[in-house]
């Protein structure tokens, strides 16, 4: 036996351990078939076996962990510094990062209207009722609560379906003049070709003192400049559509960047692109914060929409499949 300790002694690896362990305590090992012993015999004989098994049993199994340790602290020593990375080595592969095209586009909507003095403002992504459509002239019930399909916790509270609660959260929190985008996620329960659950929105609210301070024509000022600014030489019309949150409201086209205009798979043949809604902030949103005397203008629009027609990206799906052939083509 005392040879199988100076084997423990010896031994060079933990695998090495191992099989001296089943040599000896294994199920054919050479102390378990010594345990087995014990059966046959009986009285004081089998009191002092069994005590001098038991402390041979002991001795071996403490010599195995002493050395295991051992031998694992200098495996895992071996282990660091065989995997040692040497930063200085000249890499062969340009591995270089790059901005997510929505972020890019993101970036550039960002810049342009930080450069017309509008001040950049978030809010949260778990919203509540009161913020994400109460305020927003959108009652309980209301039809137009399902132009939007909201993910809900259990609490009651949601994943804002847009940007507008932070038209309010910045109307609680300061008095006009009130000059702000606000980019950020937004979320909806709709999966398919042009529709992806999370999105991101970027969010515009220009407030003054006074009923006839901001009019429809300083927005329309602010839009066409924009995009203009976005895509060069377009033409931009306003059609009358629907918001609940601004009275009155638009729906922003400009003319397809794709055909000039002339019509082609991509305006449905229409020579329009739908890009922005927008509207003069309804009296109700400014009730709902108690803002007297004010008027006010706002924006929405959605940067996957801008992103797929600035890049000329067809499938909305293409932004959130980090495929690095497409990624790689935005360094
Ligand atoms: N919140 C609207 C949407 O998500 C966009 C919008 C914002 C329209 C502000 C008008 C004014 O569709």
Redesign the pocket.
Known sequence: MEAIFSKIDDAQTTAELEEIRILVMGKKGSLTAKFAELKTCDGESKKTLAKELNTLKMRFEKALADKKEALSLKELEAKLSAEKIDVSLFSPSNLKGANHPVMLMLDRIVEYFVGMNFALKMGPLIEDDFHNFEALNLPKYHPARDM?DTFYFKDGKLLR????PVQIRTMESQKPPIRMICPGN?FRCDYDLTHTPMFH?V?GLVVESGKDSVSFAHLKFILEDFLKYMFGDVKVRFRSSF?P??EP?AEVDMSCIFCQGKGCRVCSHTGWLEVL???VVDENVFRAVGYENVSGY???LGVERFAMLAYSVPDLRAFFESDLRILEQFK
């Not at 379906?161 to 507008?164: E, L, V, Y």
């Open positions: 939007q379906t847009h940007t507008s937004v929105q969010e918001f949150f601004t409201s809604g927008c509207g706002a924006f929405g």
